[in-house]
C-alpha cells in the first residue's frame, strides 16, 4: 500500500502531481483528473457593457424594443447597461474588482451608506457568495462557513484568527498498480484509492476572503493569514500530510511571495495557498459571481445579494 495526492498546482502552474499521502479534494479545485467545479458562460449577453470614465450619469434609451437604463457609479467607476425586457442568461464573464462590486454594492443595496458601512457591506456580501458556492462545490468534504476563533501564532505571539470557511481534510488509502501503461522504457505507475479505508479531518482546512485592490503579506492585518496557515499545520492530519489554505478575492488582489514561501516552508506537508479570483456577469440587473482558479477552473455560480 502506498499514498499519493493529487495537486492541481494551484496558482502555481504544476499539475497532477502525485506526493505523500493524502488527497486534499477529490474532483475539485485542488484534487485529482476531473472538476466538479461548472459554471461554464453559455450564450452572450447583448445588452451588457462597461463603461468607463464617468460619473453621476443617468440616461435611457429604445434599441430594437429593448428599453434601456443605465446606474449610477461612484467616482468615475463601474456603469453597466441592461434591458429589463431581456431575461438571457450566460455570457459576457468578466473580472470582479473591488471598485465594481462596491459600485453595484451601493447601487443597489447601500444608496446612503457611508464608505466603511458600503466596504463592510460589499465584502460581507461578498464573503456570502463565496460560501455559497464552495459549500456545494465541495460539499462532500463539509464546507461551510465560520464564525470560530481559531488560536494561532504570528511572530513568535497568540493570534487568535477566525477564518471564513473550513472544511475536511481526506486522506484515502491507495495502491499502485504494477503495470497501468509505459512511456518509452518507463512504466507508468498510478495511484488507485482502494476504497478500504478513508480518514477524514473534520475542520482541519481554512478559507478566507478578501475584497481588496491591493496585495496581501504575512504581515497584513496583523498576520492574519500568516496565523490561520500555522494555525492550520497544528492539526494532526494536516502535520502529517500537509493541506491547502483557499484564498477567495476580488480579481485585483495580489498573493505576496511570502505567503506561498510560509505555506511550503513546511516541508512534506505543506500547506498549498490556492487564490480563487472573482468574475462577473450581470443577469437582468443582477450581479452573479463565480471563481476562477486558472485557466479551464472555475467554480459554480452564485450572486451578490
Sequence with gaps: MGGAFAEAALGQGISNMSVYGTKFIQNSVVGAVGSIFNGLANGQNIFKSALTGFSGINYSFNLAGNSMTSTDGINAGYKYIVSPESDYSGGDW????????????KNNFCVTCSMGALQQKAGKMFENAFNSIMGSDLASFNYMSNDKKIAGMYGNRPRNTIPDGVYDLVRDEIEY??????????????????????????????????????????SS?????????????TNNGVNRFGGQFLIGTTSDTVISPSIFALGASFGKSAISIVQMTSQYRMISGAMQVRFSQGWGRVTSTSYIK
Excluded at 94 to 105: A, F, G, Q, R
Excluded at 221 to 233: C, E, F, K, V, Y
Aim: charged share 20%; glycine share 8%; aromatic share 8%.
Design 94 to 105: 468578466e473580472d470582479l474588482t473591488k471598485s465594481i462590486l462596491l459600485n453595484y454594492v
Design 177 to 218: 498498480r504494477k503495470d497501468n501503461f509505459k512511456v518509452g522504457p518507463f512504466n507508468i505507475r498510478i495511484p488507485i484509492p482502494t476504497g478500504l479505508n478513508t480518514t477524514r479531518y473534520p475542520g482541519a482546512l481554512y478559507a478566507e476572503v478578501k475584497a481588496m485592490d491591493g496585495t496581501l503579506y504575512t
Design 221 to 233: 492585518n496583523q498576520g492574519q493569514l500568516s496565523a490561520m496557515i500555522t494555525s492550520m499545520h
